[in-house]
């Protein structure tokens, strides 16, 4: 069975750092899914952030978090991980991840097949 679970969020000054975690289990990294990373603040619709596939060598990055955060993976623990640095007050958001069966990252920000619960970021200022 398919399962993701994301961790990680917390609370943070503007200008600090975080890292969330995207456990994965019921599948490979190397198999034919791809993680995404969804935010979703507070009245806003959930967006896609980042994507993460074996495949891919540019992973995708949203231009409202490119050049701070980084995506980046641990195969043997089957683990995903988005570093958040320079975090500022409008990152404040439920952040979630999810697994799309897909070899490629290209229209992973459509949805996923498979969610995690959500983990809350709030960056102070």
């Known amino acids: 069975e398919v399962h993701v679970e994301t961790s990680g969020g917390g609370l943070v000054q503007a200008g600090g750092s975080l890292r969330l975690s995207c456990v994965t289990s019921?599948?490979?990294?190397?198999?034919?899914?791809?993680i995404g990373w969804f935010r979703q603040a507070p009245g806003k619709e959930r967006e896609g952030i980042s994507c993460f596939s074996v495949r891919d060598g540019d992973l995708p990055y949203a231009e409202a978090v490119k050049g701070r955060f980084t995506t980046t993976s641990d195969n043997a623990k089957r683990t995903v991980y988005l570093q958040m640095n320079s975090l500022k007050s409008e990152d404040t958001a439920v952040y979630y991840c999810g697994a799309l069966r897909a070899r490629y990252c290209e229209g992973y920000q459509y949805g996923m097949d498979y969610w995690g619960k959500g983990t809350l970021v709030t960056v102070s200022s």
């Open positions: 019921g599948f490979s990294l190397d198999d034919h899914f791809v």
